[in-house]
């Protein structure tokens, strides 16, 4: 199982951008899939959870109502669309799916940077 994270980049506050991770395999054997982030100096912190029989998605308090997850399972890719960026939410951001079973994955990352 490969996840490929892409859309990092440099951008200023206020401003936006769209990752993504795309998954082997079938959609139909993951469970949950996530966004997390880690920033300098920091621990991993959950950013967005989507799981399966919920249809709410989970947000940390730090992004709910900036962020948005979305799952396309014809492409079996996942999306974390961020909105309203901060210097704070400067980090890498890594893709992390559980696959029934359960088998745990992380992507390679993804660096994130919001300038001042």
């Known amino acids: 199982v490969q996840l490929v994270e892409s859309g990092g980049g440099l951008v200023q506050a206020g401003g936006s951008l769209r990752l993504s991770c795309a998954a082997s395999?079938?959609?139909?054997?993951?469970?949950?899939m996530g966004w997390y982030r880690q920033a300098p100096g920091k621990e991993r912190e959950v950013v967005a959870l989507?799981?399966?029989?919920?249809?709410?998605?989970k947000y940390a308090d730090s992004v709910r109502g900036r962020f948005t997850i979305s799952r396309d399972n014809a492409k079996n890719t996942m999306y974390l669309q961020m909105n309203s960026l901060k210097p704070e939410d400067t980090a890498v951001y890594y893709c992390?799916?559980?696959?029934?079973?359960?088998?745990?994955?992380w992507g390679q990352g993804t660096l994130v940077t919001v300038s001042a």
């Open positions: 395999g079938s959609a139909f054997s993951i469970n949950e």
């Open positions: 992390h799916a559980i696959y029934y079973g359960p088998f745990i994955y």
């Open positions: 989507i799981t399966n029989g919920r249809v709410t998605p």
